[in-house]
């Protein structure tokens, strides 16, 4: 199965600051990569798929990069509501496999 | 726009079975596959298997195999996920989303595995 691994495991940025997610596919996924947003006791919340279109409704400071095997997810400026854990998904071969995950938190 | 609405809670006893069902409300499934992902507490997301309605096929991790059971009912927009020989390690919460990558998910299912 391909691994995903994200880094790093934790992120501590200021609000209104710029955060750098990186994953990295253990081979080539092409741009088969989404990106999830979960906050605590919610489900997890697609906000980019196609490693770079964001879903409906996600805001323009979310924004996707990358492929084969090394992926960003940039935010541009955090909001407060941004604070959350964020995993990478591949789904160019199946079983899908997640990251472990990063969190972001208020430095 | 389709929504996923999962069943309630369940409490558990060591080497019993759990059914879980998601219903889509709003809309279908088809064409496209149900997956079931689960998240014990404080870790991350563990894709477990899936369901493609209009192939009636169903494909599960390996980690599972043997004990996990995908099925759907096309009448009712209902996916159910039916895990057996429950352990302890299995308390988790258990989610349905649709399709590959994955949206819309389901509320999630909190699944206690205690005697």
């Known amino acids: 199965e391909i691994v995903m691994t994200q880094s790093p495991a934790t992120l501590s940025v200021s609000p209104g600051e710029r955060a750098t997610l990186s994953c990295r596919a253990s081979?080539?996924?092409?741009?088969?990569l989404a990106w999830y947003q979960q906050k605590s006791g919610q489900a997890p919340r697609l906000l980019i798929y196609?490693?770079?279109t964001r879903a409906t409704g996600i805001p323009a400071r979310f924004s996707g990069s990358g492929s084969a095997t090394e992926f960003t997810l940039t935010i541009s400026s955090l909001q407060s509501e941004d604070f959350a854990v964020y995993y990478c998904?591949?789904?160019?071969?199946?079983?899908?496999?997640f990251g472990g995950g990063t969190k972001v938190e208020i430095k | 726009q389709v929504q996923l609405v999962q069943s309630g809670a369940e409490l558990k006893k060591p080497g019993s079975s759990v059914k879980v069902s998601c219903k889509a409300s709003?809309?279908?499934?088809?064409?496209?596959?149900i997956s079931w992902v689960r998240q014990a507490p404080g870790q991350g997301l563990e894709w477990m298997g899936r369901?493609?309605?209009?192939?009636?096929?169903?494909d599960y991790a390996q980690k599972f195999q043997g004990r996990l059971t995908i099925t759907e009912d096309k009448s009712t927009s209902t996916a159910y996920m039916e895990l057996s020989s429950l352990r302890s390690d299995d308390t988790a919460v258990y989610y349905c989303?649709?399709?590959?990558?994955?949206?819309?998910w389901g509320q999630g299912t909190l699944v206690t595995v205690s005697s």
């Open positions: 998904q591949q789904y160019n071969k199946w079983p899908l496999t």
């Open positions: 989303a649709k399709g590959d990558w994955l949206a819309p």
């Open positions: 081979q080539s996924i092409t741009s088969n």
């Open positions: 369901i493609i309605p209009i192939l009636d096929i169903a």
């Open positions: 196609g490693a770079s």
């Open positions: 709003g809309g279908t499934f088809s064409p496209y596959s």
